[in-house]
C-alpha cells in the first residue's frame, strides 16, 4: 500500500510535537496516523525525533564572485554536505554581473546543477545591473517563470545598487509581486574606513571587522527600509548580524512594514575575538558583515525567539583556506580576501544543539526558522517545508542525544577547514530523506548526483504589499491621496 513508513517517530513542526507513523508514497507524505502498517521500505524511528527537511534559502554553489574566483564547492559538494546536515532544499543564486542577461545566467545555472545536485533545489536571482531592457521584460518574466526573488547590493562595487536603482527595482518586484533580498552595508563609509585602514598599515584579517562596524549595517539597513516604504515593498535583510541592525528592523515591523529578516550560524557562534589571530588564520572566519563581538549574540538569539528574525540561513560562500586565491589572500591585505565562511553542513545540527539544546530557542521556533518560514517566505509551501498530508517526503531523523565533536574531516564538502572546528554537539541528524529516498544516513552521503529536482516557486503572500504610501503618492499608477 505505501512506498515506505517511518513508523513510531516524535513528529516535530512549527506548531505541534506528536508521535506518529508517516506513510509516503511517489515522494509525499500521503498518511499519518496511528498504526499504518508497514510499507515496501519500513524505518524504524522509535526513540529518534523527525523534523521537515531543511531550506538552506542563502548560498553560493559553483558561483564566480565579482572578482573572478570561484567558490570551492560545486553542486555534488554543496548538495553532498548539505544532506548529510539533514538540508532537502538549497536555494541559491544565479548572480547577474554587469553587462549579463539575466535568462543567460539563469540557464547556465540550470547547466551547472542538474547533472550534479544530490537535493532539491530553487534559484534567487542577483540583480546587479538593472538597465532597462532588464527591468521591462528579463526580470518580470523570470519572476514569472518561478523565479520569484531577487537579491540587491548596497555594497561591492560591481554589485551595488544607487537608491534610485534600488527603487526602480523595488517598483517592479511590487508590480509583479516578487520578494526582494537586500545586502545592507554602507558602500562608501566602508571603502573609506579601509583606504584609511591600510594607509596606516592596518592589514590584518581583524581589520576587514573594523572596516565594517556595525554603524554601517544600521544606516544602510534603515536605508533599505526607508526606500521599500517609499514604494511599499515588503523586503527581507539577509545575513543581519548585530543588535542595531536589528533595532532598525524591530522599528520597521512595529510600525507595520512588511519587513523581515535572516541571520546565519556565524553571528551566533563568531566573533571578532575569531578574526583576531596569530598569522591569517582569522582569515578562516571572514565574511561580510563579520562576526560582531562575543557580547552582540545574545542579541542575535532573542531576536530570533521573538519572531524579529523569520529564517536562519547558511551564506554558504566557501572559499578554501589553502588557496592562491582564496583566504591565502589575506597575506596581502584584508580587502583582497574573498569574503565568506562554509556553513551547510552544520547549519541546522548547530541551532539543535544551541539553540534548543539549550533553552535559547524552542523545537518549534527551530523548525520554523529553518525550513517552515523559508518554505512560506519564498514560494515552496505547502510542498516543502512542513510534515503534512500531501508534502514532499522531506523528513530528518534526530538522534537528540548523539555527541559529537566538530572536525573539518567528518564534513562532506569541498572546503579545506570549518571555523566550527572543536565545537562539541549534541543532537544530530541521523538520517535524511528527500523525497522519501534516504540520502544520508549516520553522517555518510548515500544519495546521487542528479536525484534533485528543481522546483519553480509561485508568489508568496507575505510579498504583498501592505497598501500604504506614505506619501499619499503611488508610484505605480500615478495616482494621489492627499
Known sequence: MYDLVVKGGRIATAADLYEADIAVRGGRIVAIGEDLGRGERTIDARGRLITPGGIDAHAHIEQIS????????DWFTATRSAACGGTTVVVPFAAQHKGDSLTAVVADYHARATPKACIDYAFHLIVSDPRPEILADELPQLIRAGYPSFKIYLTYDALKLNDREVLDVYAVARREGAFVMVHAENHDAIAWLAQKLLAAGHKAPKFHGVSRPQAVEREATHRAITLAELVDQPILIVHVSGAEAFEQIRWAQQRGLKIYAETCPQYLFLSAEDLDQPGIEGAKCMCSPPPREKANQPAVWRAIAAGVAQIVSSDHAPYRFGDADGKQKALQDFKKVPNGVPGLELRLPLLFSEGVGKGRIDIHQFVAVTSTNPARLYGLSPKKGSIAVGADADLVLWDPNKQVTVRHEMLHD??????????????????????GVTVAKDMEFVGEAGFGQFHKRGLTDLARPAGRFPTGFNPQDGSYRG
Not at 565579482?66 to 564547492?73: E, H
Not at 577547514?417 to 523525497?435: D, I, N, S
Open 414 to 435: 569541498a572546503m579545506d577547514y570549518t571555523p566550527y572546528e572543536g565545537m562539541e554537539l549534541t543532537g544530530w541528524p541521523v538520517e535524511t530523506l528527500c523525497r
Open 66 to 73: 565579482s572578482t573572478g574566483v570561484w567558490t570551492a564547492d
